[in-house]
Structure formats: C-alpha cells, structure tokens
C-alpha cells in the first residue's frame, strides 16, 4: 500500500534531517520529519519525494533522519529519524520506490550512525562497530569495532573492481582501511586529534581526511597507507562540513563551519613520480660531485671536511625541526586554488557537478548553488551560475511553482 500524504498546515516547511548526495554526486537526498525527497544536482530538478502518514495529533509522522542511495536506482536505505520517526532509529529500512513499501531491514541493539551501500554490499555504522552484508542476501560477511563514533565516520567505493572500505580505527586519529578485494587491512595515522571526515574517491584509490582541528585535508594512497598530498584550509579551527573528490581525482573540494568552500588541484601520479625522478637525477649528480671533490687537494680536503661538519649541524638542526612540521610539506602546506564564499554560515555540503570544473553545493538551509570556478594557483575565481530553494512551505510551492520560485531567487541573488 502506497504510503498516504500528511496532513499539514499549507504554510509549515517541513523540517530538513539529513542531506547527502548519492555515489557519483549525481543526486541528493533530504531526510525530513514528513519523508524524503530527491533532487536531480544538474540541472537542479525534484525527482521526487514521499511523505507518510501524519500523527493523530495532526503533526509530522513519517520523521526520516538517514536516505542512503544507490546511483539512481529505486532501492533506498532508511532509518527513522526526529520527533516523530518513521521507522525505529535502530533499524536499517531498504526501501523500493517502485513498489512503495520495504523489502527487508536490519536491526540493531543501538542508534545507526549511517549506512552506506554498493550494488553488492551494505555497510552499516554504529557507534562502535561496523557491520558489512551482502547486499543480495542480507548475510553479514564482516564487522569491526571502531573508537567512539558518533558522527558515524565511513566512506565505501562505489566502483566495482576495486572495493575499499575506510573508518575509524581504535586508536584516536586513525584510519583502518579494508581492501577487500586483494583480502588486506591497512592503518594510517592520519591526525593527532579526533577525526572529523572521510572521503574516498569514486575508483577508490585515493583517501581524504580531516581532524576535528579543521585546518588540514590530507590524501592518502590507499593501497599503500602512504601521504600523498596535504592542503591547508586555513590557519582557524574549524568544523569541517564535507570533503569530496572530482570524479577524475584532478581536483578535491571541501565545506566548512567558515562558511567557504575550498577547491584544491591534485597533483596527478606521473607529476609526483617525475618528481620523484628528478630527486634520484639530483641526487646521483651530488654524488658524482662528491667523488669529484674526493680527488682534491689534502688542503682543499681538510677545508671541505670542516665545511662539511657545519652543514651536517645545521642539517641535524633542520630534520629534528622537520618532525614538528606537516610531513614531506613544510608549515604552510598546499593552498586553495579556488574559494566559493557562502552567504551565511549554515551547515553545507559541497560535490563536483558534471560539467568541468563546477561544483553543487547544498545547505541545511534548503539552498541550492551551481557554482563555476577558475583554475589558478594564485587564487582563482568563483562564479555562482545558479541559485534555488528546495525546501519551502506549501503554499510557496503552489503559489509560485519550481521554476517560478527559482527566477525569483535569482532575481534576489542578483
């Protein structure tokens, strides 16, 4: 039986719960305290939204606070979430839209953190542990224990071919990273301080984090546990909102408490291996150099020994400074190239759009941006291309329509 709408007041907004975009960053989903709704990212378009049945009192009862996607298809994770939730908090729901009803569920002791899926596998977070099914059977196939986790840290690849799976470890600032395929564990110390995000990239070759200190966004090579990069957001603490890489891995976005979107270039993996190369070119000069001075003089010999005694202080000097410092970076680390100022402060969500170099950003305010950035190392420009609602009352919507609601707000931005 198909769910029936609530009855609600023409001119209450429901109330948002949860916002995140599906895999490729594609779609959407708002958790509300009435259902779920899901929106097309580009171009920005309802797709559409359930709402259940209303309390006898009148109020909100179908309360929705996790809509985990898979792609685009019509097979939808839920857990209850709100004053009213629809389901228990402690269960996952798989919803099939087709059918408008469940098809099955997972139950838990405690409150699901998140849920995560693949078209093979359902990864479910609690506080403390982390269970992972096949998807086709619901039969568990692994779980670990976590450190306290109660934003419900994990990222999951999408990808077939290459399934990796990345969350807290038990030591605070650590990262346990499965690679299921290839049947290895791997851990990274990420931060000193408590994490605050992770992120894969869509092949999963590449992780993001962020501790709770919000200054630093450090990417991992996966497969070998490795730093590659280290970007630096800014000198203030900060809470760090979300953190998604471009589908190409070229670039790496990030959101924040600060109210500014930051968009870093990734060095591509044959830049840093030639680097790496000229380092080995470097040093196989210094050393022929070296062989060279070798044959001077005794007098020249002994000046250079002495010479040689002052550097090595200096450098003994320089290495025990370098182990206060950001690894392999120095102090400053790699800056923005670009940055898209929010015109408040609300909780954001950023994600790479289809088109080159644009991102989708989404707020706990119900906005909407398209925004187009530059590509410079000096500070590139942002340019916001479009602007929307997409959480009114209904007598907005009824009144104005999407797209008239849409004009106007841009006429506003304008």
């Given at each position: 039986?198909?769910?029936?709408?609530?009855?609600?007041?023409?001119?209450?907004?429901?109330?948002?719960?949860?916002?995140?975009?599906?895999?490729?960053?594609?779609?959407?989903?708002?958790?509300?305290?009435?259902?779920?709704?899901?929106?097309?990212?580009?171009?920005?378009?309802?797709?559409?939204?359930?709402?259940?049945?209303?309390?006898?009192?009148?109020?909100?009862?179908?309360?929705?606070?996790?809509?985990?996607?898979?792609?685009?298809?019509?097979?939808?994770?839920?857990?209850?979430?709100?004053?009213?939730?629809?389901?228990?908090?402690?269960?996952?729901?798989?919803?099939?839209?087709?059918?408008?009803?469940?098809?099955?569920?997972?139950?838990?002791?405690?409150?699901?953190?998140?849920?995560?899926?693949?078209?093979?596998?359902?990864?479910?977070?609690?506080?403390?542990?982390?269970?992972?099914?096949?998807?086709?059977?619901?039969?568990?196939?692994?779980?670990?224990?976590?450190?306290?986790?109660?934003?419900?840290?994990?990222?999951?690849?999408?990808?077939?071919?290459?399934?990796?799976?990345?969350?807290?470890?038990?030591?605070?600032?650590?990262?346990?990273?499965?690679?299921?395929?290839?049947?290895?564990?791997?851990?990274?110390?990420?931060?000193?301080?408590?994490?605050?995000?992770?992120?894969?990239?869509?092949?999963?070759?590449?992780?993001?984090?962020?501790?709770?200190?919000?200054?630093?966004?450090?990417?991992?090579?996966?497969?070998?546990?490795?730093?590659?990069?280290?970007?630096?957001?800014?000198?203030?603490?900060?809470?760090?909102?979300?953190?998604?890489?471009?589908?190409?891995?070229?670039?790496?976005?990030?959101?924040?408490?600060?109210?500014?979107?930051?968009?870093?270039?990734?060095?591509?993996?044959?830049?840093?291996?030639?680097?790496?190369?000229?380092?080995?070119?470097?040093?196989?000069?210094?050393?022929?150099?070296?062989?060279?001075?070798?044959?001077?003089?005794?007098?020249?010999?002994?000046?250079k020994t002495k010479t040689d005694a002052v550097l090595g202080v200096a450098q003994s000097a320089l290495s025990f400074a370098a182990g206060f410092l950001p690894a392999n970076l120095g102090l400053a680390g790699e800056r923005s190239v670009a940055q898209f100022k929010l015109p408040d402060f609300t909780k954001s969500l950023v994600a790479f759009g289809p088109e080159p170099q644009t991102l989708v950003v989404v707020t706990a305010e119900g906005t909407y941006y398209k925004v187009a950035f530059e590509y410079d190392r000096e500070g590139g420009q942002c340019t916001q291309r479009e602007f929307a609602r997409f959480m009114k009352s209904e007598m907005q919507e009824e009144e104005g329509g999407w797209g008239?609601?849409?004009?106007?707000?841009?006429?506003?931005?304008?």
């Amino acid at each position: 039986r198909a769910p029936a709408l609530a009855t609600m007041s023409p001119s209450r907004r429901e109330s948002l719960l949860f916002l995140n975009f599906n895999q490729d960053q594609g779609c959407f989903a708002c958790g509300t305290d009435a259902g779920f709704r899901i929106y097309n990212c580009d171009p920005f378009k309802e797709t559409f939204r359930r709402r259940f049945d209303a309390t006898p009192a009148g109020g909100a009862g179908g309360g929705i606070g996790i809509v985990e996607m898979l792609f685009r298809c019509n097979i939808l994770a839920l857990v209850g979430g709100g004053q009213n939730p629809k389901y228990s908090p402690n269960k996952v729901m798989l919803w099939d839209d087709h059918q408008s009803r469940c098809i099955g569920e997972l139950s838990f002791r405690v409150e699901v953190r998140a849920v995560k899926l693949r078209r093979d596998k359902i990864v479910v977070v609690l506080e403390h542990k982390i269970y992972v099914y096949n998807f086709s059977d619901l039969k568990i196939v692994h779980q670990t224990d976590t450190v306290a986790n109660p934003k419900g840290l994990c990222a999951l690849s999408p990808t077939q071919g290459n399934t990796v799976l990345a969350c807290p470890g038990l030591n605070k600032g650590q990262v346990r990273v499965e690679l299921y395929d290839v049947g290895a564990t791997k851990f990274i110390s990420a931060h000193d301080g408590d994490l605050a995000f992770l992120a894969l990239s869509l092949d999963g070759d590449r992780l993001a984090t962020a501790s709770e200190k919000g200054t630093l966004v450090r990417v991992y090579d996966t497969s070998k546990a490795t730093l590659l990069h280290e970007f630096r957001r800014g000198a203030d603490r900060a809470t760090i909102y979300s953190i998604a890489f471009a589908a190409t891995n070229e670039f790496l976005a990030c959101s924040s408490d600060k109210g500014t979107v930051h968009v870093w270039a990734v060095p591509r993996s044959d830049e840093t291996r030639a680097s790496e190369t000229n380092d080995d070119e470097k040093k196989a000069a210094e050393d022929a150099s070296s062989h060279a001075n070798s044959m001077q003089s005794p007098e020249k010999s002994s000046e250079k020994t002495k010479t040689d005694a002052v550097l090595g202080v200096a450098q003994s000097a320089l290495s025990f400074a370098a182990g206060f410092l950001p690894a392999n970076l120095g102090l400053a680390g790699e800056r923005s190239v670009a940055q898209f100022k929010l015109p408040d402060f609300t909780k954001s969500l950023v994600a790479f759009g289809p088109e080159p170099q644009t991102l989708v950003v989404v707020t706990a305010e119900g906005t909407y941006y398209k925004v187009a950035f530059e590509y410079d190392r000096e500070g590139g420009q942002c340019t916001q291309r479009e602007f929307a609602r997409f959480m009114k009352s209904e007598m907005q919507e009824e009144e104005g329509g999407w797209g008239a609601a849409e004009e106007a707000d841009k006429t506003d931005a304008l």
